[in-house]
T-cell receptor, first 115, second 111 residues
Framework: GAGVSQSPSNKVTEKGKDVELRCDPISGHTALYWYRQSLGQGLEFLIYFQGNSAPDKSGLPSDRFSAERTGGSVSTLTIQRTQQEDSAVYLC?????????????FGPGTRLTVL | QKEVEQNSGPLSVPEGAIASLNCTYSDRGSQSFFWYRQYSGKSPELIMSIYSNGDKEDGRFTAQLNKASQYVSLLIRDSQPSDSATYLCAVKGTGRRALTFGSGTRLQVQP
């Protein structure tokens, strides 16, 4: 079946602009995660959605970052007033139900470059 | 102290040898552990998951977990040049659903 998809694959923007990144999880997966990976760094957790529960926003680095998940499926990560330090690969992952032994599957990522 | 620590490498092994990748974690209550492989410019791909102390084998890969020592490892037997990639150790901390990743070990398999 289809895996996690993300769009756009690449995004170049100017400092101060807002950007929206989209994630379409694997069909039937109720849990969705956003991570980011800066050059040469490990993956950093941003936000987690599970079904209709309130999202875990504990990883968002500032209030310029927000995310929503509509209808329990597609998610959009929004970065307002982008800064150069926001440049990174933004990875979305989904899993079946978010439980302890659940496996997360990653999408191809969106490479964001802030000039 | 980082929550999940890995040697950044590069770890260089000859083709056909065993590659041993190590990871330590700080949250003693962690129950789920994962190894992901990441080729340059690509997204992480799950290699192995392990939840109980001991060894878990899948083909050429063996994951080892020692919760008392807070240590998890990945062995790759008969290493191939196609195994050259960065290997990421990921841990689910106590009560958490998101993964905490180490910074990865870069493996180079020399033909």
């Amino acid at each position: 079946g289809a895996g996690v998809s993300q769009s756009p694959s690449n995004k170049v923007t100017e400092k101060g602009k807002d950007v929206e990144l989209r994630c379409d999880p694997i069909s039937g997966h109720t849990a969705l995660y956003w991570y980011r990976q800066s050059l040469g760094q490990g993956l950093e957790f941003l936000i987690y959605f599970q079904g209709n529960s309130a999202p875990d926003k504990s990883g968002l680095p500032s209030d310029r970052f927000s995310a929503e998940r509509t209808g329990g499926s597609v998610s959009t990560l929004t970065i307002q007033r982008t800064q150069q330090e926001d440049s990174a690969v933004y990875l979305c992952a989904s899993s079946l139900d978010g439980k302890e032994a659940d496996t997360q599957y990653f999408g191809p990522g969106t490479r964001l470059t802030v000039l | 102290q980082k929550e999940v620590e890995q040697n950044s490498g590069p770890l260089s092994v000859p083709e056909g040898a065993i590659a041993s990748l190590n990871c330590t974690y700080s949250d003693r209550g962690s129950q789920s552990f994962f190894w992901y492989r990441q080729y340059s410019g690509k997204s992480p791909e799950l290699i192995m998951s392990i939840y109980s102390n001991g060894d878990k084998e899948d083909g050429r890969f063996t994951a080892q977990l020692n919760k008392a020592s807070q240590y998890v490892s990945l062995l790759i037997r008969d290493s191939q040049p196609s195994d050259s990639a960065t290997y990421l150790c990921a841990v689910k901390g106590t009560g958490r659903r998101a993964l905490t990743f180490g910074s990865g070990t870069r493996l180079q398999v020399q033909p």
